[in-house]
């Protein structure tokens, strides 16, 4: 299944893709929650499938305007440095564990609305294109070999990042210099709206092989990254495994895996986004999250 939340009446909705059309869940079965995550945590997805083909509370999905899959997450785990080629074009060494920072959640938009350049920060805004998971139920200390049953599907986010505090961490030469230097890089990811999310939710069914995953982003048209999950250092099973040890995951929790090689920052010349751009991530079975870049 294909799950979708839009917005009907000034709020978000809980909705599943038959064809081109958005069937309503909450609208044809109201003792069903009215959101994604409250489907999740009730453990509902059977009941949901049920109302495939459902003739009634249609709308064309190609009108809908879309609200984030998720849109209050109690966590959203950002993986970093989890791309060899990233890493290579980024010069930094394969790490022996994973990497992760917490995404602010407030930061959390759709797909179709716009990303806005800081008025502080504008000039050095990049992509990160990432396939992530969606945790469908409570885990806590889960082995890898299990760790795909606490899966509910797949979406994608799109790591935006303020890069002005970059190079610093390179120059900071150890120490307290060196933590603040990274605090600085991990705050230029949590500005209002840098975090796009959708513009679905594919249930795990629909990609049986979270390894071999194509995605691809594109600015204005052009590719920029172009990469396949089976590149990834840490695979889904490992990074469950790894953060459960210390997170516990609720239904409704987001684990970004990591962004590709060919993030601007890594380029020569340089490339960022400015304003009157368009960002788009695809990833197979997913679909495409798109975003207008503009001014705040």
């Known amino acids: ?106 930061s959390i938009i759709a797909s179709g609305e716009p990303i806005l350049l800081p008025k502080a920060y504008p000039d050095m805004v990049d992509w990160e294109g990432e396939f992530t998971v969606v945790i469908g139920r409570a885990c806590h200390r889960v082995t890898a070999d299990k760790a795909l049953d606490y899966v509910a599907g797949y979406t994608i986010v799109n790591d935006v990042s303020a890069r002005n505090w970059v190079a610093p961490i390179f120059s900071a030469g150890g120490g307290m210099a060196s933590i603040h230097a990274w605090e600085h890089n991990l705050l230029g990811k949590m500005l209002p709206t840098f975090c796009p999310m959708g513009p679905v939710i594919a249930t795990k069914d629909e990609v049986p092989d979270p390894d071999d995953v194509k995605i691809v982003t594109r600015l204005n048209g052009q590719v920029m990254q172009d990469a396949n999950t089976d590149d990834l250092v840490f695979g889904i099973p490992k990074l469950i495994e790894y953060y459960s040890q210390f997170y516990r995951f609720r239904p409704g929790d987001c684990i970004t895996t990591g962004s590709p090689s060919g993030v601007g920052y890594g380029r020569n010349p340089k490339v960022f986004m400015k304003a009157g751009d368009t960002v788009q991530v695809e990833v197979d079975r997913i679909g495409v999250l798109t975003n207008r870049i503009e001014n705040e």
């Open 1 to 106: 299944m294909h799950l979708v939340s839009f917005i009907k009446d000034k709020q978000a909705r809980a909705g599943v893709l038959d064809g081109g059309d958005i069937i309503d869940i909450n609208a044809c079965d109201r003792s069903l929650p009215s959101t994604l995550k409250g489907i999740l945590e009730a453990n509902a997805l059977a009941r949901v499938r049920k109302l495939l083909k459902s003739k009634k509370h249609r709308m064309p999905f190609r009108r809908a305007r879309l609200a984030p899959p998720i849109a209050n997450p109690g966590l959203v785990l950002s993986v970093g440095m989890n791309y060899h080629e990233h890493l290579k074009e980024m010069k930094t060494p394969v790490p022996e564990k994973p990497a992760a920072f917490t995404k602010s959640v407030a």
